[in-house]
């Protein structure tokens, strides 16, 4: 098993342009989560899955989109990227309550 | 929406002395997550504690849950260089089980 695999594993973006970030898990984990991390604030929730086709909104979900059409497949999506979106952003799978297991992340650069 | 503390938000010892991190809600936690995360490197499940009271050890590593179910700490007996990284306790007491992620300790260990 992959586990959690995410691309690309670095960017460079724009201010205004879009971008989809990839995440995708081979142990069939009904919940899937998006995470961004910046220094000293830990890492905060932005979207998360139960479930194909069930989405719902995190702590800090403005500027991202997110769809499950798949149990396996997570995509994030930066409509129109900002300054602001620079972090390292995680995507993570879990079956339920249990262990969360986190992707090797994607360090964003926003200019 | 739930809040976990974390302290201190920096931790630097000598290889062999002890070390402690600590989590503080202000409500109950149904569950405590800690998880491990090395410099460059994506967060590492370690150990739920679930049961009020409840103390799990690792090797060097012990896991204590409070009485109260409102704190929970991690003692490294001894640091080894190893130990560098990290350390994030999560609840999971948010709808739909989506994890509230503590701000972290970066633990230094010098040789």
């Known amino acids: 098993n992959a586990g959690v695999t995410q691309t690309p594993k670095f960017q460079v973006l724009k201010t205004g342009q879009s971008m989809t970030l990839q995440c995708a898990q081979d142990m069939n984990h009904e919940y899937m989560s998006w995470y961004r991390q910046d220094p000293g604030m830990g890492l905060r929730l932005i979207h998360y899955?139960?479930?194909?086709?069930?989405?719902d909104q995190g702590e800090v979900p403005n500027g991202y989109n997110v769809s499950r059409s798949t149990t396996e497949d997570f995509p994030l999506r930066l409509l129109s990227a900002a300054p602001s979106q620079t972090s390292v952003y995680f995507c993570?799978?879990?079956?339920?309550?249990?262990?969360?297991?986190f992707g090797p992340g994607t360090r964003l650069l926003v200019l | 929406g739930q809040q976990v503390m974390q302290i201190p938000q920096y931790q630097h010892v000598q290889e062999g002395e002890d070390f402690t991190t600590y989590c503080n809600s202000s409500?109950?936690?149904?569950?405590i997550q800690w998880y491990k995360q090395r410099p460059g490197g994506h967060p590492v499940f370690l150990i739920q504690?679930?049961?009020?009271?409840e103390v799990k050890k690792q090797k060097r590593l012990t896991f204590q849950f409070g009485e109260a179910k409102k704190n929970s700490s991690l003692h490294i007996t001894a640091t080894q260089t190893t130990d560098v990284g990290t350390y994030f306790c999560a609840d999971s007491s948010g709808s739909a089980r989506q994890l509230t992620f503590g701000s972290g300790t970066q633990l230094t260990v010098l040789p």
């Open positions: 899955s139960v479930g194909a086709g069930i989405t």
């Open positions: 504690l679930v049961k009020s009271g």
């Open positions: 993570a799978s879990s079956r339920g309550q249990e262990t969360q297991y």
């Open positions: 409500t109950t936690l149904s569950n």
